[in-house]
């Protein structure tokens, strides 16, 4: 099974992205699954059903979300409905709309697909730990095939997950910090792993956001609303290839830019 997965999806310039390269990508690399972190995909914070639904019609099978997961109200009125959208399962300790995992249909096999959010330097949170512990021993259908988004700030607690379950799951994928990192890697027990697998969407920018928006928030502590920003545009994106066993043989980093038109 070959998993393509995209990077952070940064509202309107990302989803140019995804409309202008994805198809060829899907063809070019035999993609049998596409999941894209969507928490950022409408207007830079949150996932709208008009959003939503273009990114499915592009051909992503499943989305995963993160801090932004609440970012526009919308969802909370469709998420329950929709299967492909997961939020992080760890957000709360009370029941939240949604759910934090799926199992997807890829050929004859069964994907299961987990998104959980990190605490480090981060919004409280139930620990990620002690929840996927608790998903993966009472899970409901047996799969070799097992992803994890980790949707988290610190590379330590990325990290430390990722060690924990290896061998356990077939792959991790860190989101969150929208840069994406050089380790792509598969662990000794057989899982693959990224730190972060970046953003799709505007290359100068400042982690997507317009640049003069961030520079003045550092120099003179004033906060604006973040809007996505102009300028060239860019794809980061991990491929996974699963053995048949669920283990991950190897990974793959996607990382191209384009002029903007």
């Given at each position: 099974?070959?998993?393509?997965f995209?990077?952070?999806i ?24 596409t999941?894209?972190?969507?928490e950022?995909?409408t ?14 019609e ?7 979300m993160?801090?932004h ?18 939020r992080?399962?760890?957000l ?13 249909k890829?050929g ?7 998104n959980?959010?990190?605490?480090v ?9 002690a929840?996927?512990?608790?998903l993966?021993?009472?899970?409901e ?28 799951i ?13 380790d792509?890697?598969?662990?000794p027990?057989?899982t ?10 505007p290359r ?16 003179r ?7 996505p920003?102009?300028g ?6 991990v ?6 066993d669920?283990h ?12 903007a038109?």
């Amino acid at each position: 099974m070959r998993i393509l997965f995209i990077g952070d999806i940064i509202g309107k310039p990302g989803r140019r992205m995804v409309a202008r390269h994805l198809a060829r990508l899907q063809q070019e690399y035999t993609v049998d699954f596409t999941i894209a972190n969507g928490e950022n995909a409408t207007g830079g914070a949150g996932l709208n059903r008009a959003s939503f639904r273009e990114l499915h019609e592009l051909g992503i099978d499943a989305f995963t979300m993160g801090n932004h997961t609440w970012g526009h109200k919308e969802l909370e009125q469709f998420i329950d409905q929709e299967k492909r959208i997961i939020r992080p399962g760890n957000l709360s300790a009370k029941p939240l709309p949604g759910s934090w995992y799926q199992y997807y249909k890829v050929g004859e096999k069964e994907l299961l697909l987990i998104n959980l959010i990190g605490r480090v330097y981060m919004q409280p949170a139930e620990c990620p730990f002690a929840a996927f512990d608790n998903l993966l021993s009472n899970m409901e259908k047996a799969t070799p095939y097992i992803f994890l988004d980790f949707h988290a700030e610190a590379t330590s607690e990325k990290m430390a997950m990722a060690w924990y379950a290896d061998g356990r799951i077939s792959a991790l994928a860190g989101t969150h910090t929208h840069i994406q990192t050089n380790d792509a890697r598969v662990l000794p027990k057989g899982t693959g792993y990224v730190t972060d697998a970046g953003m799709t969407g505007p290359r100068d920018s400042i982690l997507g956001v317009e640049k003069q928006i961030i520079i003045e928030k550092f120099l003179r502590q004033k906060s604006r609303r973040f809007e996505p920003a102009g300028g060239d545009l860019q794809f980061n994106g991990v491929l996974y290839d699963l053995a048949a066993d669920g283990h991950c043989q190897a990974v793959e980093l996607i990382n191209f830019w384009e002029t903007a038109i």
